[in-house]
């Protein structure tokens, strides 16, 4: 069986800015972008320019402390991943919502369809977006 192989997850060498934006990035309660993040920060009285809330969500994502999906337009949300295992989610496409859903059967799907293809070192993204109930009962 082809087994999917998760990359290595670099250290996380925070520095002082780069700790404000996962501190900010945490108290999120769902996926947010990096310019309504800076701007939450400024509001909040953080001396962070938005370059840095870029590189800082980079870094946090590659150290597998951040998700990071796509909306619509193609822009990149992010939201604090609380576990460090890979997660996958349901994400309101009005209120930007999340809701972490069982992986086990994606994480299944993909390594038969990797075996099946005759694939190996297989990584994947699967975006689930739809409208959540609360942005339903509004309309």
């Known amino acids: 069986m082809t087994r999917t192989r ?39 009285g953080g001396a962070v320019g938005l370059s840095t809330v870029y590189r800082a969500l980079a ?5 597998g402390l951040a998700d990071i999906v796509r909306d619509d337009s193609g822009e990149r949300l992010y939201r604090h991943r ?28 993909a390594a038969r369809i990797a075996e099946e293809s005759g694939f190996g070192d297989v990584h994947h993204t699967v ?5 959540c109930a609360g942005c339903t009962t509004v309309d």
Not at 7 to 14: E, F
Not at 99 to 107: G, H, I, M, P, T
């Open 6 to 44: 998760r990359t290595p997850v670099p250290a996380w060498r925070s520095t002082p800015q780069q700790a404000l934006v996962r501190k900010s990035l945490a108290a999120s309660p769902g996926f947010v972008s990096a310019q309504v993040l800076h701007r939450r920060m400024v509001t909040e």
């Open 59 to 63: 870094a946090l994502t590659g150290a």
């Open 82 to 109: 609380p576990e460090a295992h890979h997660q996958h989610y349901l994400v309101c496409r009005r209120c930007g919502r999340s809701l972490a859903v069982d992986s086990e059967q994606v994480e299944a799907w």
């Open 127 to 131: 975006e689930l977006a739809g409208v």
